[in-house]
């Protein structure tokens, strides 16, 4: 019905048209004192062929309009499915979108190309710079000095700046090695928080877990490093007290601190890319990525990440486990 009152009304004009030449004749005939009848019966004679006509110049628009909206989301195939000209201006119309379907093609081979080369080269840069920190984190291994933990920890940081950037590389790459399945969580927690024993013993923090007991359905590698980068935060903005990683009903792992919080107005903005609010300017090294990494893997995962703060009483960040996306491999 809504594709008729659109042809109706891009008709409108010849329609109008036509009515006025029979308006002009009978009022011809009558100032003329000519019999009406004889304009009135072949006036509603050319109205019934005209009705006939515009059906069928219906029905075949209709199908025109069909065949457009069934290529509409085609690419590839869209200059070869295009429906018959009927005249100077379609024909020119088709033109075009033969030559932007051209561009864009063209364009998506650069593309592609370009972002293959990127992955290839962070993907060699990335292999590269573990060469040169396992070789640091080897010397100090001999060493078990204040300063020789300091440095191990700033590796690790160094470590996760890089899977970071992989990370963030591989968001949107076909080739994502998502291996969905039963876990246990407390091997995928137990996994994670032995990377930052370090860090707590030299910042004196408190870490209470208490084994959860708990299988989920995730994917292991990708789940560790929303934990990880969840913990990482939580020993950033935690000067002092404790952190705790806990299971909430419905298989909600949540991870509380008690460091500075977030503020209420950056809160419904911490899973944005770039977006570091108050504590991330005033930290001057934020890079706003880390959450909005984890929102995008835990999406990918089927699961949920949320976020409630108070500030200076600390953050807990939750990721809802139970809604899953992908059936069990």
């Not at 009135?40 to 110049?57: E, T």
């Not at 590839?76 to 093609?105: A, F, S």
């Not at 560790?224 to 903005?237: D, G, M, P």
Request: glycine content about 4%.
């Amino acid at each position: 019905m809504k594709l008729f009152l659109q042809y109706i009304k891009q008709r409108l004009r010849g329609i109008a048209v036509a009515a006025l030449f029979c308006i002009i004749f009978i009022v011809t005939f009558y100032l003329y004192h000519l019999p009406v009848k004889a304009v009135i019966y072949p006036a509603m004679l050319c109205a019934a062929l005209g009705i006939v006509l515009m059906a069928l110049d219906f029905r075949r628009v209709k199908r025109k309009h069909e065949l457009l909206e069934s290529i509409k989301d085609l690419t590839d195939t869209i200059t070869v499915r295009l429906p018959n000209t009927d005249g100077i201006e379609d024909k020119d119309y088709q033109q075009i979108i033969r030559m932007i379907n051209e561009e864009h093609n063209t364009y998506c081979t650069l593309t592609n190309r370009k972002y293959s080369d990127m992955i290839e080269y962070y993907t060699v840069w990335a292999h590269q710079i573990k060469t040169p920190i396992a070789s640091m984190r080897l010397h100090l291994q001999n060493e078990d000095t204040a300063l020789s933990r300091k440095l191990s920890l700033d590796l690790f940081r160094i470590e996760q700046y890089v899977e970071m950037v992989m990370t963030f590389l591989r968001l949107d790459s076909e080739s994502s090695d998502y291996l969905i399945k039963e876990y246990d969580l407390d091997v995928i927690i137990r996994q994670t928080v032995k990377r930052f024993a370090g860090e707590f013993i030299d910042r004196k923090l408190k870490l209470i877990y208490e084994p959860v007991n708990t299988k989920v359905i995730t994917d292991e590698k990708w789940l560790s490093f929303v934990i990880e980068q969840v913990l990482s935060n939580a020993l950033k903005y935690t000067p002092s007290g404790s952190i705790t990683i806990m299971l909430e009903p419905d298989k909600k792992l949540c991870i509380k601190d008690t460091g500075i919080g977030i503020a209420a107005e950056d809160l419904p903005r911490i899973f944005e890319n770039g977006y570091t609010g108050y504590n991330g300017r005033n930290d001057k090294k934020a890079s706003g990525i880390g959450l909005y990494l984890c929102k995008r893997i835990c999406a990918n995962l089927g699961h949920k990440i949320t976020a409630r703060s108070v500030v200076d009483k600390g953050t807990v960040i939750c990721i809802d486990l139970e809604q899953v996306k992908s059936d069990v491999e």
